[in-house]
Structures are given as structure tokens and as C-alpha cells.
């Protein structure tokens, strides 16, 4: 039988290659956590592409409540620091955290997150928060960079062929200027 692994994860095209990555090792759950998703309109279409894609693969998937004003509090006092700068270590950490604790708590040993993925994010940031939040829950972190190997490139393959929407922000408030200006 093979173990269970919570995988956090942030929109479906990032999804794709990572749950195919994993699904012939784990007994895979997709947790859908993102309060830092800005608007909510963003929001509501990376989850439906999330229930979608896990829908059509047969996995199952669980989504925590949205609260952004929660996220905003969280990063307080960070709204003006870069891309890939300290706001970004705490919402990994923030929403590792929260999957971690969620696995702990639902007999899952294992969680990962498919944030490596995302362009506007710094691998190593995602990884060391994952790797901070395990030793906190007691949850063992799969901490691989899915980026390498073309990664990224596969999963946009994927993404395409497939129609799924792909954003060009990370996702919260504090990165779509950044991207649109």
C-alpha cells in the first residue's frame, strides 16, 4: 500500500506535472489553500481548474476556507517588499504551515506543495519554509524542485493541450501591479 501524501497546491496548470510526478508513488490528496489569492473572482477560477483536473483524474481533493483578510493580516508591515522578497517567506510559510498541520492532524505522513513550479516563485524559499513547517508538525515534506527537468516547461505543454486558464500573477494583491506594469 502506498503512503499518503497532502499536496498543497495553488492552480492546476502547476498541479499537473507535480500530481504526475507523484501519483505512481503516493495515495495522493490535493489541498487547496490559498488565502493570498487576489480577487476573488482568481480565486474561484483556480479552484474550479483544481476540482476539474482532480475530478477528471479521480483524486480527491480538499479546499479550507477562503479568507484573505486573514493572509493580509498575516503579512502586515511586508506589503511593499519585492517579489520573491520576506512577504513571500511568510505566506509559504503560512500556507505550508497550514497543510502540514492539516496532514498531522488527518494521519497523512507526507505533504508537499506545488509552489516550486511557479515562475514568479523562488524554489529554495518554498522548499525551506516546507522544510521549517515539517519539523514543527512532525510531517515528513517531499521537498523537490519539480521546476528542473523542464518541469515547467511540461507542465505549460500539459496546460495547453489540456485548456486550463494560466494566470500571469503569482496571485496576490501585492504581485499582479508588479506583473501588469
Not at 499536496?7 to 499537473?16: E, F, K, N, V, Y
Not at 504551515?97 to 492539516?102: L, P
Amino acid at each position: 500500500m502506498r503512503e499518503k501524501l497532502l499536496l498543497h497546491t495553488c492552480c492546476a496548470p502547476c498541479s499537473i506535472y507535480v500530481i504526475n510526478q507523484l501519483l505512481d508513488r503516493f495515495d495522493l490528496t490535493v489541498y487547496f489553500f490559498n488565502p493570498n489569492i487576489f480577487p476573488e473572482d482568481e480565486y474561484l477560477q483556480r479552484l474550479a481548474e483544481v476540482k476539474e483536473f482532480c475530478r477528471r483524474k479521480g483524486i480527491e481533493y480538499i479546499e479550507e476556507q477562503y479568507q484573505p483578510k486573514d493572509w493580509l493580516g498575516f503579512v502586515r508591515g511586508y506589503e511593499q517588499e519585492p517579489e520573491k522578497g520576506f512577504r513571500c517567506d511568510l505566506c509559504f510559510l503560512l500556507r505550508l504551515g497550514k497543510t502540514a498541520e492539516f496532514a498531522q492532524a488527518n494521519g497523512y505522513p507526507w505533504f508537499s506543495t506545488t509552489l516550486t513550479m511557479g515562475r514568479q516563485k523562488n524554489s529554495l524559499q518554498v522548499l525551506n519554509a516546507g522544510r521549517k513547517v515539517e519539523g514543527t508538525y512532525g510531517v515528513k515534506f517531499w521537498d523537490q524542485d519539480f521546476k528542473k527537468k523542464y518541469g515547467t516547461q511540461i507542465a505549460d505543454w500539459l496546460a495547453g493541450r489540456l485548456g486550463l486558464y494560466r494566470q500571469d500573477y503569482c496571485g496576490c494583491v501585492f504581485s499582479k501591479p508588479e506583473v501588469r506594469s
